[in-house]
């Protein structure tokens, strides 16, 4: 994506406020025309000035009286049409800053798992806030300041040569020298900016993998380590940064020995012409005016392209962000799913991440309303996978999924996510309360129902035993809590939700053998009813279910009871004999 490319397109954010950046151009042009009259009236006077020994005092005095009124009232109206511009520019680019964080952020969370498992959250944070104030810098900076610079360039210069072409092609030749540099400068540091901020991403990407690991890095004395790993790539940094920051040190030379050659060949010239009288004291002075204010809106202009150069590749990666396409799409008016008797039915599906090598093949059962389903395997056989298709973290590549028979594809997301609660092996806490941890899936939810929930989970007991109850924070990712806690939270945010199908991904992997027991009654209570979901690696857990599924490369190889797998001696009495020996050994 090319430099006019990215700034096109951060001025089309502003479409939905279209009707104030149309009035932000024109307040511009007025202000460019008022700053633009104010030399002339200025030339005027001096003219004026001059002529006082070859006219009378009294027509003197009224010319001057005119003028000066008028120069007054052209600056003052100067003044309030900057200041109304000024706090309209606030208003549009703080609005939509805040609104293209919200969608960058709403978009993001909207990406399937696939999408955040190849990026870091901290490279996603980093183009999130380094984006939308990018994006809100140029908003401001462009309407305020350098949207009259771009209109008095492109309307009003060209007009210096009805009053003197000669001064004028100084000034022409100003803009030229500055335009051609420019170009020259960007042509020959963008790659090595986006390398630069390719680099800078490493460094959010690195703290912030860091800082999610302090256990690992501090037990594991990785201190000096990882503090030189940082090191090293703000070496990068800087290495790439500085040939940078010379060229635009070069181009700020030339542009300000630019300008003053230019205010000196205005004098020079004007002072020829003036003695060959082609050109008034008045036109001279006027020319300087516009030299004067040119010179300082392209000095302006000059550090907001240099500043949005630098940000260009931050830009790109923020609307890289926003261009990546979610691959589970819902239906125009697609209806909400229905749940009737809760029966799920899996017909031949497949599935793959990589083409040509599935990890879910031709796996096709029914879960019968209110059995307990349960699914297991060694790791990678395709268990949690043929659960996410069953959530729509992905659809089939192959056969489909129905719930009374609906197929998933063809109803809501937020209905069909809706009739499912989930328990994961880990616990998945945010950094809040306990309280909007456990409200996470019913926010309407009511103290008795929370505290029946909490105590369904064996967790009432050690939520009240906080210093704020329900209100105490628990880190992040519920690192202030054990891992039984945490799990007993999860299951009991599970219950709360009292969803219609449930999945129970290694729910009590967690917990001691005592609070194992007790929550698995929490748990039987809690599935009663529902159609279940258990992916299993502690088989003891799944004596009661009513069949079980055994996965091995994405395919089902065995179904059946407990009892009836454990009698075929086949594949899943091997997997219970391994665990037992296991258990045994330690």
Not at 35 to 50: K, S, W, Y
Not at 194 to 210: F, M, P
């Amino acid at each position: 994506m090319n430099f006019l490319a990215v700034y096109g397109r951060v001025l089309g954010l502003l479409k939905p406020d279209r009707g104030i950046a149309v009035a932000l151009v024109f307040g511009n042009f007025f202000v460019v025309g008022l700053q633009f009259a104010e030399p002339v009236l200025f030339g005027r006077v001096i003219n004026i000035l001059t002529q006082s020994d070859t006219i009378s005092r009294y027509v003197l005095y009224n010319k001057a009286e005119l003028l000066l009124v008028t120069w007054t009232a052209v600056g003052v109206a100067s003044i309030l049409a900057n200041v109304t511009v000024a706090v309209h520019a606030d208003r549009l680019a703080h609005r939509n800053r805040l609104a293209a964080m919200a969608h960058y952020f709403e978009h993001v969370l909207s990406l399937p798992p696939a999408f955040h498992r190849e990026r870091q959250s901290g490279r996603l944070l980093k183009m999130m806030l380094s984006g939308a104030d990018g994006l809100f810098g140029m908003w401001l900076s462009f309407f305020r300041e350098h949207l009259a610079t771009f209109l008095a360039t492109l309307f009003l210069l060209p007009l210096t040569i009805f009053l003197n072409w000669q001064l004028a092609m100084a000034l022409i030749v100003l803009v030229v020298v500055f335009c051609t540099f420019t170009v020259l400068v960007i042509s020959k540091t963008e790659t090595a900016q986006r390398q630069v901020e390719a680099y800078h991403s490493a460094l959010a990407g690195t703290a912030q993998d860091a800082l999610a690991n302090i256990l690992v890095v501090q037990s594991f004395t990785r201190l000096s380590e990882e503090t030189r790993n940082f090191s090293r790539t703000t070496g990068l940094v800087l290495a790439k940064q500085f040939p940078v920051l010379n060229w635009w040190a070069v181009l700020s030379v030339v542009t300000s020995a630019s300008s003053t050659i230019t205010i000196i060949a205005i004098f020079v010239v004007g002072t020829f012409l003036h003695l060959r009288g082609e050109a008034s004291i008045g036109e001279i002075v006027s020319f300087m005016g516009f030299a004067t204010l040119l010179i300082g809106r392209l000095t302006g202009a000059m550090g907001f392209i240099a500043r949005l150069f630098m940000q260009m590749p931050i830009l790109v990666d923020f609307f890289a962000v926003l261009d990546v396409k979610t691959t589970i799409h819902e239906q125009p008016n697609a209806p909400a799913l229905k749940i009737q008797v809760g029966e799920v039915k899996f017909e031949h599906v497949g599935f793959e991440y990589i083409a040509g090598i599935p990890t879910v093949n031709d796996v096709s059962f029914t879960a019968h309303p209110g059995s307990v389903v349960a699914l297991v395997g060694m790791t990678g056989a395709g268990k949690s996978s043929t659960m996410a298709l069953l959530q729509r973290y992905w659809d089939p590549t192959k056969g489909r999924i129905t719930i009374d028979g609906q197929d998933i594809r063809h109803v809501t997301l937020d209905s069909l996510r809706g009739a499912i609660g989930v328990v994961f092996q880990d616990s998945l806490l945010f950094n809040r309360s306990i309280r909007e941890n456990l409200l996470v899936g019913k926010p309407d939810a009511t103290e008795i129902e929370l505290h029946k929930a909490c105590e369904m989970a064996e967790a009432l007991d050690f939520i009240l035993a906080q210093p704020d109850g329900f209100e105490t924070m628990i880190g992040e990712r519920g690192s202030n809590l054990s891992g039984g806690q945490r799990q007993r939270l999860a299951i009991a945010r599970a219950i709360l939700k009292n969803p219609p199908l449930l999945i129970l991904d290694e729910a009590t992997s967690a917990l001691d053998a005592a609070t194992e027991s007790k929550v698995g009654q929490a748990l039987r209570s809690l599935m009663a009813g529902r159609t279940s979901f258990i992916i299993a690696h502690r088989l003891s857990t799944i004596r009661d279910a009513d069949e079980i599924l055994v996965f091995e490369d994405g395919r089902i190889v065995e179904r059946g009871s407990f009892a009836a797998l454990l009698a075929a001696k086949g594949r899943f009495a091997f997997l219970v004999e391994t665990q037992i020996m296991a258990n045994t050994t330690h």
